[in-house]
C-alpha cells in the first residue's frame, strides 16, 4: 500500500530540487570554476556548493537516513540504513559547464533498493518532476501518462550510439543525445521521447529519481533481462538499460542489444 510518508519526503524533494536549480542557474549566470576529477569527468563550484546545502538540508530532516551522491565521499555506513538519500547534485555537468540546457537536479529516496520520492528539477525549462511511490509522477502539477507505441517505426529514440543504431534500422528516429541520463528517462515518463537507453556503468545517483517517475508514469526502466535496477549496493554502478512504456518496452528487449 501506498505510504503516506513518503508524499512528505516528495514534497521535501520538490521544495529543495527547486532551490538548488536556483543555485545552479545563479552559478552559470555569473560564472564559476571547472575543474576535472577521475576519469576525466568534469565536475564544477556549483556541483560542490549544491551537494554541500542538499546533504546539509535533507541530513537535518532526516538525520537517520544514509546518503550517497555523486560529489560526497562514499560513506560504507549507507550500506546499513534502509532509507538512503541518493543525490546528483547537477546531472549532465558537461552540458551545465557548457551552457547547455539538458541537465538537471537528481534527488531520491530508496528504501530497500527501490526508490520511493522522487523530485527531478530540470531548471533551465523551469519545471521540476515529482513522484512518490504509489502515488504517480507529475511535472508542474500534471500527472504523467507515458506513451502506448507497439513499433519502432517512427519511435523517437535516445542514448548510446551502438544501440540507437539498431533501433533505427526498425525505423525508429534518432533524437540528439540529452546529456543528463535522468532527464533522458523523465522524458520518456512525460512523453517527449519513446524510448531511451543507458550503456553501462551508470550510477545510482544517475538513475534512481528518473526510475521512481518512470514506473509512476505507467512505463518501464529494466536491464535487457527485464530485471528492474537495485539501489544502495556495495558498487552504485548499473549494467546497460533501456526504458519506454509498453508494449515498445517489451519489443526492445527482445531485439536491442
Known amino acids: 500500500m501506498p505510504d503516506a510518508d513518503d508524499l512528505q519526503l516528495r514534497d521535501l524533494l520538490v521544495a529543495l530540487a527547486a532551490e538548488a536549480g536556483a543555485i545552479a542557474l545563479d552559478f552559470a ?15 564544477t563550484e556549483a556541483d560542490i556548493a549544491i551537494d554541500t546545502f542538499l546533504k546539509d538540508r535533507l ?39 557548457g551552457g547547455l540546457p539538458d541537465w538537471t537536479v537528481s ?42 507505441r507497439e513499433t519502432l517505426t517512427g519511435a523517437r529514440v535516445a542514448g548510446p550510439k551502438p544501440m540507437v543504431e539498431q533501433a533505427q534500422r526498425q525505423g525508429a528516429i534518432v533524437l540528439p543525445k540529452i546529456h543528463s541520463l ?9 512523453g517527449e521521447i519513446d524510448a531511451g537507453f543507458a550503456g553501462g556503468q551508470s ?10 517517475l518512470v514506473h509512476e508514469a505507467g512505463a518501464s526502466l529494466t536491464g535487457f533481462d527485464g530485471a528492474v535496477p537495485i539501489y544502495n549496493r556495495p558498487a552504485p554502478v548499473h549494467v546497460p538499460l533501456v526504458c519506454a512504456g509498453f508494449p515498445l518496452h517489451g519489443l526492445l528487449t527482445s531485439t536491442i542489444r
Open 107 to 148: 534527488l531520491a529516496v530508496v528504501r530497500d533498493g527501490r526508490p520511493v520520492a522522487a523530485a527531478l528539477a530540470e531548471p533551465e525549462a523551469r519545471r521540476v518532476f515529482a513522484a512518490a511511490l504509489g502515488h504517480g509522477a507529475t511535472v508542474g502539477g500534471r500527472s504523467l501518462v507515458a506513451g502506448s
Open 182 to 190: 535522468a532527464l533522458r528517462f523523465a522524458k520518456v515518463a512525460v
Open 59 to 97: 541530513g537535518a530532516a532526516r538525520p537517520d537516513f544514509g546518503w550517497l551522491s555523486e560529489e560526497t565521499a562514499d560513506d560504507p555506513a549507507r550500506l546499513g540504513k534502509r532509507q538512503v538519500f541518493i543525490v546528483d547534485p547537477i546531472d549532465g555537468t558537461r552540458a551545465f559547464a
Open 29 to 43: 549566470k555569473r560564472g564559476m570554476k571547472t575543474w576535472t576529477k577521475a576519469h576525466a569527468s568534469p565536475v
Open 203 to 212: 550510477h545510482d545517483w544517475d538513475l534512481a529519481a528518473a526510475d521512481l
